[in-house]
């Protein structure tokens, strides 16, 4: 009796002790759509723009689960073409649907490195707000970490690129650019850091003081749903694998 109990304790002990990985599907995705659901998360493969690279990929996988932080990692080589060939993303599933006026709060961690900065990229949130819950995009509200050898979408642009609509904004401990502009669809407003060339690799912060912003300036309205959380990496040129060793989003 008393040794089998410590036979059956002892088989035990490793999972007691070791951190709380949830059992995830951690395999290489590389198909167009694929999308990797995990815990509050789903790991998007949205490829949208292949057809237009002359060749090229982009795979993603996940790493790990703990809680509601997620590590994942994409690669991704494309050439040829002039758009963005991809947005490999972590799209959040849970507390959407939410108005503007009734989010409290939308803490982030997001942490990550990138192999390579001979690429066109941006390294970004995306976020989109409906007129109804679930409803068709009427915002698309950017946020980016990174801007390597892109730019934004914007009203006006000269011969340095887009130009901002207002300069300088300090928000979440950072300085940015805001761009205002349409994709054709919906509104596009886009934040970049101020300081060029600037990585934002350990972003920490509130993103509702964005939201806040735009509805307190420009004119988004506080009855807006927010239908849509993703951050990723829209890829347009070059070989880069973009790593993740954290990130965590919560609605409140
Ligand atoms: C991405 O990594 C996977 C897994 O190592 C590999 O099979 C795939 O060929 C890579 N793709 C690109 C575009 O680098
Ligand atoms: C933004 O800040 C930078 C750095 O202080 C400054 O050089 C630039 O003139 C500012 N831009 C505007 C539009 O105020």
Request: glycine share 8%; charged share 5%.
């Amino acid at each position: 009796m008393f040794s089998s109990k410590l036979v059956a304790l002892a088989a035990l002990l490793p999972f007691v002790v070791a951190a709380p990985t949830a059992s995830i599907d951690t395999s290489s995705h590389c198909g167009q759509w694929d999308t990797v659901t995990a815990g509050q998360y789903s790991l998007l493969l949205d490829q949208w723009g292949a057809s237009s690279a002359s060749s090229g990929e982009s795979c993603a996988s996940l790493s790990s689960l703990n809680g509601n932080t997620i590590a994942w990692k994409t690669n991704y080589t494309w050439n040829g073409g002039s758009g963005v060939k991809s947005f490999t993303n972590m799209q959040l599933n849970a507390n959407l649907n939410k108005q503007l006026s009734a989010i409290k709060s939308i803490p982030v961690t997001w942490n990550w490195q990138q192999s390579s900065s001979s690429v066109q990229a941006d390294i970004a949130f995306d976020i989109f707000t409906s007129s109804t819950a679930g409803g068709s995009n009427v915002n698309e509200i950017m946020i980016w970490l990174a801007n390597i050898g892109v730019g934004p979408i914007a009203s006006s642009y000269n011969a340095n690129g887009a130009v901002p609509t207002t300069s300088n904004i300090s928000l979440a401990g950072y300085t940015w650019n805001l761009f205002v502009g349409s994709n054709g669809a919906n509104a596009v407003f886009s934040f970049l850091p101020a300081t060029s060339g600037q990585w934002i690799q350990s972003f920490n912060a509130d993103v509702n003081v964005f939201l806040e912003y735009l509805t307190a300036h420009q004119g988004v309205s506080t009855s807006q749903y927010l239908t849509t959380f993703q951050a990723g990496t829209e890829a347009t040129a070059g070989s880069a694998t973009l790593t993740t060793t954290a990130y965590t989003v919560t609605i409140n």
